[in-house]
């Protein structure tokens, strides 16, 4: 997915920032950054308030390799 499809994606809600990142893009309300596309996947932060939402939607949070061992990101 490109910046032009993300500012689509949100087009309906708010208008967003994206900029280049991690071979992916960061999505930004201001300087807030909320969201992750990789892969053209749209991953969105979540918190201790919000993971049971996104659980309960059948989503899972990213998992990334660090010094061998999973880690699952806030992102969702």
């Not at 490109?2 to 708010?14: K, N, P, W, Y």
């Not at 967003?16 to 749209?42: C, K, P, S």
């Not at 969105?44 to 990334?64: C, I, N, Q």
């Amino acid at each position: 997915m490109d910046a032009d499809g993300i500012r689509e994606v949100f087009s309906g809600i708010m208008p967003v920032r994206v900029r280049r990142m991690f071979g992916g893009h960061g999505v930004y309300d201001g300087d807030i950054m909320f969201g992750l596309e990789a892969d053209g996947e749209l991953y969105l932060k979540a918190d201790a308030l919000t993971e049971d939402r996104f659980a309960a939607a059948g989503s899972s949070p990213v998992v990334y390799s660090r010094g061998g061992k999973p880690f699952a990101s806030s992102y969702w």
